[in-house]
């Protein structure tokens, strides 16, 4: 019997962090399955992109419900369906009402392009541009009901290059975010990534000493 988490991705769109999971959990010793991939959005395209995978796949179109919480009645059965015990946002684009996400805390995750609690929302390129920084980055999070918020997992930083634009920036910046969220769901599914008082603390030791600077010195 398999000792993998069974994990649900959650997407709105191409699901581009999706195919990093799932590529991920091919390997024989990651400690996640993809047993379930669910959109919101009929025409998004990463459904069929998990469909020619052989992952099972649901359309859940949240136009057809009259609230978010018969959305959310849908989804729960779906997931429970699967036997679903982690779920991973990979641009999913709706929030989630707060009783859905008390009842999968610390057992649903998201991963957002900016070092968090910086550049919380939408457009986050360009207001790290707009605002100067000279490192921006992705997170990984324990997903909470405000959004953007939750403890954080992982975190991945980008330098901010002169002459970037928007659309360089989260070129860049999505490099490592298909790098890091495999990363941070290995960590969950293990079970080395423990999340007390707003805080995650992680069980094990990378011996990375190495600090980014930015401009180089």
Known sequence: ??????????????????????????????????????????????????????????????????????????????????????????????????????????RMINIHPSLLPSFKGLDTHARAIEAGVKITGCTVHFVRAEMDEGPIIAQAAVRVLPGDDPETLAARVLQTEHRVYPAALRLVAAGQAQSKDQKVTINQHSGETDTLFSPAI
């Open 1 to 106: 019997m398999s000792t993998k988490k069974r994990t649900a991705i959650l997407i709105s769109g191409r699901g581009s962090n999706m195919k990093s999971l799932v590529e991920a959990s091919r390997g024989a010793d990651y400690p996640a399955e993809i047993v379930l991939v669910a959109s919101n959005r009929p025409d998004a395209a990463g459904i069929g992109w998990a469909e020619k995978q052989g992952l099972r796949t649901a359309v859940i179109d949240h136009k057809l419900f009259p609230s978010r919480e018969a959305f959310e009645t849908n989804l729960q059965s779906a997931l429970e369906e699967h036997g679903v015990e982690l779920i991973a946002l990979a641009g999913f684009m709706r929030l989630m009402t707060p009783g859905f996400v008390e009842r999968w805390r610390d």
